[in-house]
C-alpha cells in the first residue's frame, strides 16, 4: 500500500483466506522459537534476542510480499488508526486477518511447545503451561 503510514495489507492476487494462514505460519514459528528460547526454564538465555531477531527478519522478509509481514496485531492496527485519523487509506475490512492469524498462530505454536516439552527431561516450562 502506497501512502499508508506503513499499514500492512494482503499482495496483489492474495486471498483473505491465504493472508490469515500465511499470518498463522509466520507468528506459529516465531512463538514456537520464543518458547524454546525464553519461556523454556532449561533454555540458555545468552542467545535468546539473536534468535528471536533473527526469526522476526526471516519471517518478515517471506510474509511481507505476501501479507505485509504483520506477525502481530498490534503492529496492525496502530498504522490502520493513524490511516482513519488523518484521513488516509481505509484498510480496516483486512484488520481480522491480522487478529484470527498471529492470536491462532501463537495459541497452536504454544500448544504444541507445550506438549513436546511435557515429560521430557531437556525441556521445563513454568507455571501456567504444566
Same mark, same amino acid.
Given at each position: 500500500?502506497?501512502?499508508?503510514?506503513?499499514?500492512?495489507?494482503?499482495?496483489?492476487?492474495?486471498? &483473505?483466506?491465504?493472508?490469515?494462514?500465511?499470518?498463522? +505460519?509466520?507468528?506459529?514459528?516465531?512463538?514456537?522459537?520464543?518458547?524454546?528460547?525464553?519461556?523454556?526454564?532449561?533454555?540458555?538465555?545468552?542467545?535468546?534476542?539473536?534468535? +528471536?531477531?533473527?526469526?522476526?527478519?526471516?519471517?518478515?522478509?517471506?510474509?511481507?510480499?505476501?501479507?505485509?509481514?504483520?506477525?502481530?496485531?498490534?503492529?496492525?492496527?496502530?498504522?490502520?488508526?493513524?490511516?482513519?485519523?488523518?484521513?488516509?487509506?481505509?484498510?480496516?475490512?483486512?484488520?481480522?486477518?491480522?487478529?484470527?492469524?498471529?492470536?491462532?498462530?501463537?495459541?497452536?505454536?504454544?500448544?504444541? &511447545?507445550?506438549?513436546?516439552?511435557?515429560?521430557?527431561?531437556?525441556?521445563?516450562?513454568?507455571?501456567?503451561?504444566?
Amino acid at each position: 500500500v502506497v501512502g499508508g503510514l506503513g499499514a500492512t495489507a494482503p499482495g496483489m492476487g492474495v486471498s &483473505y483466506l491465504q493472508t490469515i494462514f500465511a499470518e498463522f +505460519i509466520g507468528t506459529f514459528f516465531l512463538v514456537l522459537v520464543i518458547m524454546g528460547v525464553a519461556v523454556d526454564k532449561k533454555a540458555t538465555p545468552n542467545f535468546a534476542g539473536l534468535s +528471536i531477531g533473527f526469526t522476526v527478519t526471516a519471517v518478515i522478509i517471506f510474509l511481507g510480499p505476501f501479507t505485509g509481514g504483520s506477525i502481530n496485531p498490534a503492529r496492525t492496527f496502530a498504522p490502520y488508526l493513524m490511516d482513519y485519523l488523518v484521513g488516509g487509506i481505509n484498510l480496516w475490512v483486512y484488520f481480522p486477518i491480522y487478529l484470527i492469524g498471529p492470536i491462532a498462530g501463537a495459541i497452536a505454536a504454544a500448544l504444541l &511447545y507445550t506438549y513436546l516439552a511435557k515429560d521430557n527431561n531437556v525441556c521445563e516450562i513454568p507455571g501456567p503451561f504444566n
